[in-house]
């Protein structure tokens, strides 16, 4: 088995990871709208983040690093670029 194989065998799998934590936070709204909670009450503890946050981080994990790597180095540039600096 060549290594143009293994990586589009890896790429597949990658992208079947991706399907499956974007369908999990659409079930994650639904259940929400389904049960909205107790009327009056303040959610302070509840996770901000979606799927895109969610994917970056395990596509990071996937590609062996454990820190913020190519997004790290992607949010400094924009972020300068931002501020001007």
Not at 60 to 68: I, V
Request: glycine share 8%; net charge positive.
């Amino acid at each position: 088995m060549n290594s143009h194989s293994i990586d589009d065998r890896l790429n597949t799998q990658r992208h079947k990871i991706r399907e499956c934590i974007t369908e999990y936070f659409v079930m994650k709204r639904e259940q929400k709208k389904d049960n909205p909670g107790i009327q009056g009450t303040i959610r302070y503890a509840e996770a901000i983040f979606d799927e895109k946050e969610i994917n970056s981080m395990v596509d990071t994990l996937l590609h062996g690093w454990l820190g913020l790597e190519k997004k790290g180095r992607e949010f400094s540039v924009k972020l300068a670029q931002y501020l001007g600096v």
